[in-house]
């Protein structure tokens, strides 16, 4: 079996004591834009939604909310007399006119999907049917055009429960068609990004990630075949229907999958998020399977100092795509690699968090130019030694990007004041 965690690892741990600093690329101008700010949470219970999200109907312009429920959106103000649209998993869409006359720091409540769902279980004796049908379908469900997505894209890294790391950048995506899922020539370019680091020396250990925007090319399971989603790897799956849930207003077909036996390497366990009527996958949730350690540290482990010992703990994705006018797209990418790193002869292991997520913000499929191979961001290239360092409060000026959480926006703060000096 061939799958991309067989073959294809481009967004591998590197463990260093070093840091390369390279050139930016200049950053687009962009129109004026209305900025519309605030919450999305629960109508029941008043919590927050995490990964919300937020777009313009009719229009490929939307992000995705935090972990706090928090958005921020700006939208060309050509669209000013369209409307926002809110959506998350289980819960019933919302609509809001943009040109209201509140759009800062407004509380938006979804409320939880309540039409009857057990009658849509029509496919229970054979779930593994659905996903053969699944892939059948997608050169008509997907994107027959080549595409130029607009991206953010956010590194973190935590040591313990502090973080040690942030980088961020608005990329480009040239992205061909679904209907051969080839991804050879798809690229990524970075138009403007930055980063900071921790100074103190007690974080010698640096953690970068190799091919991190290249993220939204080797991911994107639906077009990447060598992933998952072809029929000669199903074989070595086992699948089972779950509940389902609702999407957009659009039942999905929940189907888990886990390995139906051993491998040569680490396979993957999750769940799928099928269409009902079209049978498009919106949505996948999976795992690397860590049951093999060792298998698990030859897929995801490039390279480390001498005497390191390094035991990953998880590393799981989540990947969604949105439908538009019959077609779906890429939409979001969040990966979440958690490991503990010792030194022999040291008692007590620590423990690292990588968090990389990506969303797609704007898209056009008129006139588009492939990017240019020096420009194209390289599938072993460490995005953090691409970008430059903080700090510029309008730094993203009108590109529209995921909003920080509280602890994040004050850790950016502390590193930043910090930046040359220890970090305590």
């Known amino acids: 079996m061939k799958t991309l965690f067989g073959r294809y690892i481009y967004w591998v741990i590197m463990l260093m004591a070093m840091n390369v600093s390279l050139p930016l690329v200049a950053s687009h101008n962009l129109e004026k834009t209305i900025v519309i700010s605030g919450y999305i949470k629960d109508s029941d219970t008043k919590r927050p939604l995490a990964s919300a999200n937020i777009t313009v109907p009719g229009t490929a312009i939307g992000t995705v909310a935090n972990a706090e429920g928090k958005f921020t959106l700006k939208v060309p103000s050509i669209y000013q007399d369209e409307m926002l649209e809110v959506s998350h998993i289980g819960y019933s869409n919302t609509s809001l006119p943009i040109n209201s006359a509140k759009l800062s720091s407004i509380n938006i409540f979804l409320s939880p999907y309540s039409n009857s769902l057990s009658e849509v279980i029509v496919y229970s004796n054979n779930p593994r049917l659905i996903v053969e049908e699944a892939i059948r379908k997608i050169p008509i469900n997907y994107s027959d055009k080549t595409n130029m997505l607009t991206a953010f894209y956010r590194e973190t890294i935590q040591k313990r429960n502090h973080y040690i790391g942030i980088s961020e950048a608005v990329i480009d995506i040239y992205k061909t068609s679904y209907v051969n899922r080839l991804i050879n020539k798809d690229k990524v370019q970075i138009l403007k990004g930055r980063r900071l680091l921790s100074q103190n020396n007690r974080d010698t250990l640096s953690v970068k990630m190799a091919g991190g925007p290249a993220l939204s090319i080797f991911m994107d399971l639906v077009k990447n075949q060598q992933l998952f989603l072809n029929s000669n790897d199903l074989m070595y799956y086992e699948f089972w229907m779950e509940d389902p849930v609702s999407i957009d207003d659009r039942i999905q077909l929940v189907i888990g999958f886990k390995p139906r036996y051993k491998s040569e390497i680490a396979l993957l366990n999750g ?44 590393v799981s994705y989540i990947v969604t795509y949105k439908e538009k006018d019959g077609k779906s797209y ?14 022999k002869r040291r008692l007590f292991a620590t423990g690292f968090k990588v968090n990389t997520e990506m969303v797609i913000t704007d898209r056009s499929s008129e006139n588009v130019v492939s990017i240019a191979n020096k420009e194209a961001f390289g599938a072993r290239e460490v995005f953090y030694d691409k970008v430059n360092s903080y700090w510029d409060g309008d730094f993203w000026t009108e590109y529209n990007i995921i909003e920080p959480t509280e602890s994040l926006e004050n850790a950016a703060l502390r590193l930043k004041k910090k930046n040359g000096s220890s970090v305590k």
Do not use: H, V
């Open 271 to 314: 769940k799928l998020f099928i269409d009902r009527n079209e049978l498009a996958l919106s949505r996948a949730e999976f795992k690397l399977d860590l049951s093999d350690k060792a298998k698990a540290i030859s897929t995801i482990l490039i390279k480390k100092p001498m005497g390191l010992r390094f035991t990953p703990q998880e």
């Open 330 to 343: 890429l939409s979001y990418i969040n990966n979440i690699i958690r490991f503990k790193c010792d030194w």
